[in-house]
């Protein structure tokens, strides 16, 4: 069996079985850590009103697919750990990680309501 394989077998095991417990663990214990309502995409989606807005609206998935692209794969992937953690092992040494780490913990905990389980 591929590494690859199982890695995304153990993706699978953590949003479904895992993350859920975490997540709420995380909020007891950190409450202000919480989604607010105001930034709940939930919420959003649950009203009868939005949902009828997004019919036919072909272009909200082109901006979702444009938005992961920027901040996923460009913003995460490419710049912390192809572009930021190769300059840092400069400066920091074996420790580059950990630095890179609190960045972007830094700039993710700028977004609100962002949590680590979407669900």
């Not at 840092?88 to 420790?95: A, C, L, P, Q, T």
Request: proline share 4%.
């Amino acid at each position: 069996m591929a590494m690859g394989n199982s890695f995304s077998h153990w993706g699978a095991v953590w949003q479904i079985v895992l993350a859920p417990y975490v997540n709420k663990f995380w909020v007891s214990v950190f409450p202000f850590f919480a989604e607010s309502p105001a930034y709940s995409m939930n919420a959003v989606f649950k009203s009868q009103e939005m949902l009828d807005r997004l019919v036919g609206a072909w272009w909200f998935l082109g901006l979702y697919i444009v938005n992961t692209i920027f901040n996923t794969i460009l913003g995460e992937e490419f710049l912390f750990r192809g572009v930021l953690l190769p300059k840092m092992e400069g400066v920091f040494g074996k420790w580059s990680w950990l630095a890179n780490g609190v960045l972007f913990a830094c700039i993710t905990f700028t977004n609100p309501g962002v949590s680590w389980d979407r669900s």
